[in-house]
Each structure stands twice: as structure tokens, then as C-alpha cells.
């Protein structure tokens, strides 16, 4: 298993110390035994050899015992304290490296509510309430549970995909970019359209609204794209635009149509853009690993006992609900109450590989509201593991360092 700081390296193991009593009762018998033999055999040495021979032969030959002994002793201790120096300077570097996180410049959604006013909409979604009916979904299936983005009849999904990247480019602050600085836009897409034709919406729509920012696509998937960013590109200038949205989805029955466009920056780089709260590494954790995956969420932010009073699900299997309502008392989510757990599955459906991004969007703008941490627990389309994050206010960011 390799080194984390979940498994970190154990402490090398430390030489027993040297029993001293033993070494000193053993130089004891071997004089009595010394001087018994050389009373017997010796009676004919003069008296100065006598006890020259009786006391110093045991003693000089316990003595280079004992300093051999001592001598292994104090280079396996040298070794252990070195060993010792290097795991707390690998911990350290490690900590340093779990506690980046993402400026979070800003998060934009699109959902199926009805209210027009993003902050309603994350209060109404941060309360439970039920957006998901019986309908007829996009390929004409009825009776179908599910939540829509409001739409015409008439409108095509490639249509509607076109006009909700209008409508969150519009929200982006590409007036306040620095000269020069590049975007790094990465799709998480779940639709029954081709993956091509994406990206051909998004194009449309950036010169619909004459954006000319150096625009990079990178890839990944979920919040491993996070990670990665963390790991690998913490000092770039670049900002990281991450454009999720679920539309038309292949099994629409008890799924929700959403879109999501979250703008990150580096703390070390952006200073351009004022952000509205950070968004801290994420931790993975394989299936009966949630325990440790939450704790690991908190220790890189790190967040005080009791802080955390709302919890984020989106985008889990009933597997994984399972476990997160097994795990759900735990550090750092034992002080949330039942009626502060936040279930977009139920309350919207599943919003397939757009349900993690709307759950830190939706975070952010109630953290923002709150003042208060915000932590999210988010499953995966792509890999069986469920990821942990948090998301807090700027504010109270120094309140909570430790």
C-alpha cells in the first residue's frame, strides 16, 4: 500500500534500551566466578597478579561487551532518529500539499426551479423542496420522473445546450480577466447528444457573446479534475473554468436536467478577481473508506469541531446513500441535523456527471449566504468512490486555520 496520510509511514522501530542492571549484575558474577577460579588455580600467582588477573580479565572483557553493545545501540538509535526526521519532513510536505485549495471566482447553475434568482434557487435546494414531477422527457418517454430545465417545445436539446452556455458565459466576469491570462475549460457532460457537438455549443456560444480569452480544454472527470489541478498546476496564472450541465440524459427516470459553470483560480497567481469562498482538495474513498475519506476532508481545510452544519449529497448510488447515512454522525459532519442534510437526488433526481458541480455551486452560494462551512459528499459516473470536500467562506477562512 503506498504512503498517504491516511497510511502514512510507520515509525521505524526503536532498539530496546540497554538493561543496565543486567550488564552490571553480570559483571558481578563473572568477578565472584573470577576470583573463585583463581583461588582454586591460582594459588601460587603473587598477590598483585592475583588480583589483576581475578578483577581486571572480566572486566576488560565486559567492559568491550558492553561497549559493542552501546555502540550497536547508539547507530540502530541514529538510524531511527533519521528515519524519524524524514517521515515528519515527508508529513509535513504532505499536509502543505492536502491544504491547497481553489479560489471559487464564480459559481454559476441553471436548474429546473422556477424562481429566476440564484440565491432563491440555492436556498430553496439547501431546504429540500421537491422539484422533481411526472413528465414527458426530451425523447418523448411519459410518466417520466424527472426535473427540467425549462425550455419551448420546440427547442432541440443541442438548441437548448447552445443557450444555457449563452446564459452562463453571460455570468462569467471575463470583462475583469488580466491581460494575457489563459482559461482552461474542462466539459463534464452527461447527454444522449454526440460528445462532438458539445463542444462545437460551446464554441458558438463564446463568440455569440465575443469572448476572446486564450481559451485550453483540458479533460477529466469529477472532482479528480480538482485534485489533479491541485497536484500540478497550483502555480500556473491560468484559471480553471469547469462547464458541467446533465441534458436529454440517456436514463432519464429520476434524473435532473441541470447546468453548471464554475470559475476557479490559484491563491499563489489570482489576484485579479475578488473570490466569494475557496473550495479545498477533495479526498476519494473507495466503498466502506467514507469515514476516512470525511475526516481527511477536514484535515485539509482544517476545520474546528462542530463548525460544519450542512452536508451536500449529490450523485450517489443507494450503495453509497447507505454508507453516508452510516457515516453521517462522524467528524466532521456530527453536528449537522437531519433537516440540514441537503439530498439533491431526491429533491431533483440525479443530474449525472453534473450533480458533484451543482452540489459545490449551490455550497458556495449558501456558504457565501452563511458564513459557514459547507461540506459535500458527491459520488462519481466514472469510478466507484465517493469524494468529500468542503467548501468555505473567505471570511472565516482564518478563524479556522489551524
Known amino acids: 500500500m503506498s504512503d498517504s496520510l491516511k497510511n502514512p509511514p510507520e515509525y521505524y522501530p526503536r532498539p530496546e534500551p540497554i538493561k543496565t542492571t543486567r550488564w552490571f549484575m553480570t559483571l558481578g558474577i563473572m568477578l565472584a566466578l573470577s576470583i573463585i577460579l583463581m583461588c582454586i588455580f591460582g594459588r601460587y600467582v603473587d598477590n598483585h597478579r592475583f588480583w589483576l588477573f581475578s578483577l581486571g580479565a572480566p572486566t576488560a572483557i565486559w567492559g568491550f561487551a558492553f561497549a559493542f553493545r552501546l555502540g550497536i545501540w547508539m547507530l540502530r538509535d541514529i538510524k531511527a532518529n533519521g528515519f524519524d ?5 515527508w508529513i509535513l510536505r504532505e499536509t502543505r500539499s492536502a491544504r491547497r485549495a481553489l479560489q471559487v471566482l464564480n459559481a454559476s447553475f441553471i436548474t429546473g426551479h422556477s424562481a429566476s434568482s440564484q440565491e432563491v434557487i440555492a436556498i430553496s435546494m439547501q431546504g429540500n423542496e421537491s422539484i422533481i414531477v411526472s413528465q414527458t422527457d426530451r425523447n418523448g418517454n411519459e410518466s417520466t420522473r424527472m ?3 425549462a425550455s419551448s417545445p420546440q427547442d432541440t436539446p443541442r438548441y437548448l445546450i447552445a443557450e444555457i452556455f449563452s446564459r452562463l458565459i453571460a455570468k462569467l466576469p471575463f470583462i475583469q480577466f488580466p491581460d494575457k491570462v489563459s482559461l482552461v475549460v474542462v466539459f463534464n457532460i452527461s447527454t444522449s ?12 456560444a463564446m463568440k455569440k457573446n465575443n469572448i476572446t480569452v486564450p481559451v485550453e480544454y483540458g479533460e ?5 479534475i480538482i485534485d489533479d489541478w491541485l497536484n500540478t498546476r497550483i502555480k500556473d496564472k491560468a484559471m480553471l473554468l469547469i462547464v458541467s450541465l446533465q441534458i436529454a440524459p440517456v436514463v432519464s427516470n429520476n434524473s435532473a436536467e441541470a447546468a453548471v459553470a464554475i470559475l476557479l483560480g490559484n491563491r499563489l497567481t489570482q489576484e485579479a478577481l475578488e473570490p466569494v469562498a475557496l473550495l479545498h482538495r477533495p479526498d476519494p474513498a473507495p466503498p466502506g473508506g467514507l469515514e476516512e475519506g470525511m475526516r481527511m476532508a477536514a484535515y485539509n481545510v482544517p476545520v474546528k469541531e462542530n463548525i460544519v452544519k450542512h452536508l451536500w449529497l449529490a450523485g450517489l448510488t443507494k450503495e ?5 447515512v452510516g457515516s453521517q454522525n462522524k467528524h ?12 439533491l ?4 433526481g440525479h443530474a449525472g456527471a453534473a450533480a458533484p458541480w451543482l452540489a459545490i455551486a449551490a455550497a458556495t452560494d449558501i456558504a457565501r449566504q452563511t458564513q459557514l462551512p459547507q461540506m459535500i459528499i458527491s459520488g462519481d459516473t466514472t469510478q466507484d468512490v465517493l469524494w468529500s470536500t468542503l467548501v468555505t467562506p473567505i471570511a472565516s477562512r482564518q478563524e479556522m486555520d489551524a
Do not use: T, Y
Request: aromatic share 2%; charged share 35%; proline share 4%.
Open 220 to 224: 477529466g472527470n469529477g472532482l479528480s
Open 345 to 348: 437526488d431526491v429533491s431533483m
Open 193 to 204: 447528444l454526440p460528445q462532438e457537438n458539445i463542444r462545437h455549443c460551446w464554441d458558438d
Open 320 to 324: 453509497q446513500r447507505a454508507e453516508v
Open 85 to 89: 526526521r524524514r517521515r515528519e519532513q
Open 332 to 343: 466532521p459532519a456530527q453536528s449537522v441535523e437531519d433537516d440540514a442534510v441537503v439530498n
Open 147 to 149: 426535473s427540467r430545465v
